[in-house]
């Protein structure tokens, strides 16, 4: 699946909505949240393959080993002090931290304005196919192991495919 010449997404802070996501569920509800925030429905969709991947984009997601505990729908991990950036981020912005709107206006703005540069959203962005774009995703942004992404990065792609066909509209 190719985005067919879409331009990439440029966000700005204030182009991340504020008003609440709208769907049937977390998947549509992410879905046109991103949409709204200005990512391609190609991206949107490779994003949420990997979200629904690892946390089904879950707000309440929770996941711990020996050495550390993961969070919210994109398993921010509390040892490299993302957590604290989400609930700083929602404090600052008098929004609850575990729903899924406080936690999609916190991705948008982490991955595309304050570190887009270390989780390479640029050249996330100039992907083009499925399977490039949810490896990206997942070993940049979602911290996925290498391990771990080469025995799922069938599912994700495949999951990302799917949520492309189902909410893309374009």
């Keep these: ?3 067919s010449g879409q331009e990439p997404p440029t966000i700005t802070p204030q182009s991340i909505p504020t008003d609440g996501a709208v769907g049937a569920n977390n998947v549509e509800k992410s879905f046109n949240f991103l949409i709204t925030a200005g990512f391609t429905p190609f991206h949107a969709a490779a994003v949420l393959g990997c979200m629904l991947k690892d946390t089904k984009i879950d707000p309440a997601y929770t996941k711990s080993d020996q050495s550390d505990t993961a969070y919210g729908i994109c398993a921010w991990q509390d040892s490299l002090g993302r957590v604290e950036k989400l609930k700083d981020f929602c404090y600052e912005r008098g929004l609850t931290w575990t729903t899924l709107d406080a936690q999609l ?15 390479r959203y640029t ?12 490896k990206l995703f997942a070993t940049f942004y979602m911290r996925v192991t290498p391990d771990d992404y080469a025995r799922e990065s069938g599912e994700r792609t495949t999951l990302a495919k799917q949520i492309f066909d189902s909410y893309n509209r374009a």
Excluded: L
Excluded at 105 to 119: K, P
Excluded at 123 to 134: G, H, L, R, V
């Design 1 to 3: 699946q190719k985005t």
């Design 105 to 119: 206006q916190f991705f948008v703005h982490e991955y595309t304005i304050t570190d887009a540069r270390i989780f």
């Design 123 to 134: 050249e996330f962005t100039q992907s083009n196919k499925f399977f490039i774009a949810c």
